[in-house]
Protein backbone atom coordinates (compact mmCIF):
# COMPACT_ATOMS: atom_id res chain seq x y z
CA UNK A 1 0.00 0.00 0.00
CA UNK A 2 2.90 2.57 0.70
CA UNK A 3 5.79 2.02 -1.27
CA UNK A 4 9.01 3.31 -0.80
CA UNK A 5 12.21 4.11 -2.89
CA UNK A 6 15.53 5.44 -1.75
CA UNK A 7 17.80 7.25 -3.72
CA UNK A 8 21.13 9.03 -3.91
CA UNK A 9 23.69 6.92 -2.56
CA UNK A 10 27.43 6.58 -2.58
CA UNK A 11 31.01 7.36 -2.20
CA UNK A 12 32.02 10.70 -0.81
CA UNK A 13 35.08 11.79 0.97
CA UNK A 14 34.84 12.77 4.35
CA UNK A 15 33.58 16.71 4.77
CA UNK A 16 31.05 15.98 1.42
CA UNK A 17 28.14 16.26 1.00
CA UNK A 18 25.27 14.12 -0.09
CA UNK A 19 21.35 14.04 -0.67
CA UNK A 20 19.29 11.40 0.07
CA UNK A 21 15.78 11.42 -1.56
CA UNK A 22 12.90 9.20 -1.03
CA UNK A 23 9.78 8.35 -3.23
CA UNK A 24 7.04 7.22 -2.42
CA UNK A 25 3.24 6.48 -3.14
CA UNK A 26 0.40 9.56 -3.12
CA UNK A 27 -0.21 11.43 -0.15
CA UNK A 28 2.38 9.42 1.84
CA UNK A 29 4.97 12.20 2.69
CA UNK A 30 1.88 14.33 3.92
CA UNK A 31 -0.01 11.99 5.71
CA UNK A 32 2.87 9.86 7.73
CA UNK A 33 5.62 10.70 9.69
CA UNK A 34 8.80 10.21 8.07
CA UNK A 35 12.15 8.92 9.20
CA UNK A 36 15.89 8.25 8.39
CA UNK A 37 17.32 5.21 9.59
CA UNK A 38 20.74 3.62 8.98
CA UNK A 39 22.33 0.28 9.15
CA UNK A 40 25.75 -1.21 9.10
CA UNK A 41 26.75 -4.87 8.81
CA UNK A 42 26.33 -6.71 12.86
CA UNK A 43 24.76 -3.76 14.06
CA UNK A 44 21.25 -2.51 14.64
CA UNK A 45 19.57 0.17 12.53
CA UNK A 46 19.47 2.86 14.25
CA UNK A 47 17.57 6.38 13.99
CA UNK A 48 19.04 9.12 12.33
CA UNK A 49 16.09 11.87 11.66
CA UNK A 50 12.30 12.61 11.47
CA UNK A 51 9.64 14.84 10.66
CA UNK A 52 6.18 14.97 11.56
CA UNK A 53 3.49 15.05 9.26
CA UNK A 54 1.18 17.78 10.46
CA UNK A 55 3.76 21.07 11.37
CA UNK A 56 7.49 19.40 10.10
CA UNK A 57 8.52 19.23 13.51
CA UNK A 58 12.07 17.81 12.67
CA UNK A 59 14.15 15.15 15.53
CA UNK A 60 17.67 14.14 15.07
CA UNK A 61 20.07 11.76 16.63
CA UNK A 62 22.90 13.24 18.32
CA UNK A 63 25.34 12.12 16.30
CA UNK A 64 24.44 13.78 13.20
CA UNK A 65 22.59 16.86 14.86
CA UNK A 66 23.59 19.96 12.72
CA UNK A 67 25.18 17.95 9.77
CA UNK A 68 22.29 16.56 8.63
CA UNK A 69 18.51 17.90 7.70
CA UNK A 70 15.23 16.18 6.89
CA UNK A 71 12.95 17.61 4.86
CA UNK A 72 9.88 17.03 2.79
CA UNK A 73 8.09 18.26 -0.37
CA UNK A 74 4.15 16.93 -0.15
CA UNK A 75 3.88 18.14 -4.37
CA UNK A 76 6.60 15.89 -5.09
CA UNK A 77 5.89 12.56 -2.31
CA UNK A 78 9.29 12.94 -1.62
CA UNK A 79 11.20 13.07 2.20
CA UNK A 80 14.99 14.02 1.86
CA UNK A 81 17.94 13.85 4.15
CA UNK A 82 20.85 16.30 3.31
CA UNK A 83 24.05 15.08 4.46
CA UNK A 84 26.54 17.58 5.29
CA UNK A 85 29.97 17.05 6.68
CA UNK A 86 30.18 13.70 6.71
CA UNK A 87 32.08 11.25 8.58
CA UNK A 88 33.66 7.83 7.78
CA UNK A 89 31.26 6.55 10.31
CA UNK A 90 28.07 7.94 8.84
CA UNK A 91 28.63 4.96 6.61
CA UNK A 92 25.99 2.58 5.94
CA UNK A 93 22.99 1.86 4.79
CA UNK A 94 20.05 4.07 5.00
CA UNK A 95 16.86 3.22 4.86
CA UNK A 96 13.28 5.45 4.50
CA UNK A 97 10.20 4.75 6.44
CA UNK A 98 6.74 5.99 7.29
CA UNK A 99 5.08 5.83 10.32
CA UNK A 100 1.25 6.18 10.66
CA UNK A 101 0.47 5.63 13.98
CA UNK A 102 2.99 4.27 16.61
CA UNK A 103 5.43 2.18 14.81
CA UNK A 104 6.94 2.42 11.82
CA UNK A 105 5.96 0.07 9.25
CA UNK A 106 6.54 0.47 5.83
CA UNK A 107 10.42 0.47 4.92
CA UNK A 108 12.25 1.31 1.22
CA UNK A 109 15.04 -1.43 0.24
CA UNK A 110 18.08 0.92 1.34
CA UNK A 111 20.90 2.90 -0.30
CA UNK A 112 24.78 2.45 0.25
CA UNK A 113 26.79 5.68 2.14
CA UNK A 114 30.32 5.14 1.55
CA UNK A 115 32.39 7.54 3.56
CA UNK A 116 36.38 7.45 2.94
CA UNK A 117 38.61 9.03 5.47
Known amino acids: QVQLVESGGGLVQAGGSLRLSCTTS????????MGWFRQTPGKERDFVADISRGDDRTRYSDSVKGRFTISRDNAKNTVYLQMNSLKPEDTAVYYCAAKYLFNYDYWGQGTQVTVSS
Open 26 to 33: VRTVSSYD
